[in-house]
Structures are given as structure tokens and as C-alpha cells.
């Protein structure tokens, strides 16, 4: 099974700041990843598939990296409804979910 | 509208059996694999498995085979997650999704289901 490692686990930031997000796989998983959002209460949401592919309705300032086991998300400057739980998911071998990074207001 | 609306909360014993549900409306659900995803509380996210209601291809992650078994019944657009014997760990939240064709990850939740097993 791949593992997926986020990190760091919680990132304190203020609104307008840039948020990077880590995510590494236990093996390559080529760019077969994807970004979610889930906020407290909800259901997640799909925000970046295949490593840099906005879905749709998802705003410009969020943007997806990287390829084969390291891959980023950014969110160029946080707006408050930013402030959330995020998760990495691949889909290159069956399909997994990274632990998650929360991004918390500093 | 297009969406995915789960049953309601649970709550039963040890031991007990249950089924959730989870009813696709707006798209054609034979079309698109359904998954089901596990969230214990205050944890992150669990991919349990997924079924193809067109044919019923069904595919489990090795954490989950054995302990749950997902169904699907295409006539009346819904897929199902069940337990045989319900343990005090299966509590969580429970959410159906449906898998994008276009890219193959879950572009389309249900709210969740809340399972609570407790003596």
C-alpha cells in the first residue's frame, strides 16, 4: 500500500499569508494525486486532481506541484474560509488519503 | 440537482448489523464508480472502497476486506455500505462519494452518515 506523509501537520498562518503544503509518497505515484479541502462539519472537497489540475469552481490562488513521490500545495493568499483541514490522495495504486495538514488561523 | 444524499444517523449495539445507504439523483448512476470513505473521530480520512453500480465491480482496500461489503442496487439508484457484526471501533463518520470519470477522484459527496456502536 502507498503511504502518503503530509506535512507539517498544522501550519498557523494569518489571512493574506501564502500556505505551502507538503505531501510525499512512500513510492513514485507519477502525478496521479489530488487535493482536498474539508472543512469542520463537511464533507471534503475536491480542489486540485492530477497534481496541478484545478477542479472546477476552485479559485486561482490555490495551486498544485510536483511529480513521481513530492508534491505541493500552495494557496498563494489565504482568504478566511481557507482556514481548513487538507488532504492528499493517490490514485496511481488502488487509492489512499495522506493524514492531513490544518491550517489554522495564527 | 445533482448529489448524493446518505441515510441517517445510527446508533446500535456490539454485535449488530447494519447497512447504510447512499442515493445517487441528477446523474446517471450506473456511469460512475461510488466509494465510501471513513472518518473516526477527530481523524483524517479512510479510503474503504468502491463499486461500479453498472456492473457491480467492487473494490476494497486491504484494511477494510473482510470487515464491511459494499453493494449497490442500479434500479433504484443506491449504493450501500454494511457490517455483519458492528464493533465499538466501527464508530465514525461514514461518506459515499462519486468518482469523476474524467480524472477518478471523488468530485461529488454525500453529508456523511454517523455510525455510533456502543454497549
Known amino acids: 500500500e502507498i503511504v502518503l506523509t503530509q506535512s507539517p501537520a498544522t501550519l498557523s498562518l494569518s489571512p493574506g499569508e501564502r500556505a505551502t503544503l507538503s505531501c510525499r509518497a512512500s513510492q513514485s505515484v507519477s502525478s496521479y494525486l489530488a487535493w482536498f479541502q474539508q472543512k469542520p462539519g463537511q464533507a471534503p472537497r475536491l480542489l486540485i486532481y492530477?497534481?496541478?489540475n484545478r477542479a472546477t469552481g476552485i479559485p486561482a490562488r490555490f495551486s498544485g506541484s510536483g511529480s513521481g513521490t513530492d508534491f505541493t500545495l500552495s494557496i498563494s493568499s489565504l482568504e478566511p474560509e481557507d482556514f481548513a483541514v487538507y488532504y492528499c490522495?493517490?490514485?496511481?495504486?488502488?487509492?489512499?488519503f495522506g493524514q492531513g495538514t490544518k491550517v489554522e488561523i495564527k | 440537482e445533482v448529489q448524493l444524499v446518505q441515510s441517517g444517523t445510527e446508533v446500535k449495539k456490539p454485535g449488530e448489523s447494519l447497512k447504510i445507504s447512499c442515493k445517487g439523483s441528477?446523474?446517471?448512476?450506473?456511469?460512475?464508480?461510488i466509494g465510501w470513505v471513513r472518518q473516526m473521530p477527530g481523524k483524517g480520512l479512510e479510503w474503504m472502497g468502491i463499486?461500479?453500480?453498472?456492473?457491480?465491480?467492487?473494490r476494497y482496500s486491504p484494511s477494510f476486506q473482510g470487515q464491511v461489503t459494499i453493494s449497490a442496487d442500479k434500479s433504484i439508484s443506491t449504493a450501500y455500505l454494511q457490517w455483519s457484526s458492528l464493533k465499538a471501533s466501527d464508530t465514525a463518520m461514514y461518506f459515499c462519494?462519486?468518482?469523476?470519470?474524467?480524472?477518478?477522484?471523488?468530485?461529488?459527496w454525500g453529508r456523511g452518515t454517523l455510525v455510533t456502536v456502543s454497549s
Open positions: 490522495q493517490q490514485r496511481s495504486n488502488s487509492w489512499t
Open positions: 492530477d497534481a496541478s
Open positions: 462519494a462519486r468518482q469523476a470519470a474524467v480524472h477518478w477522484y471523488f468530485d461529488l
Open positions: 441528477g446523474y446517471s448512476f450506473t456511469n460512475y464508480w
Open positions: 463499486i461500479y453500480p453498472g456492473d457491480s465491480d467492487t
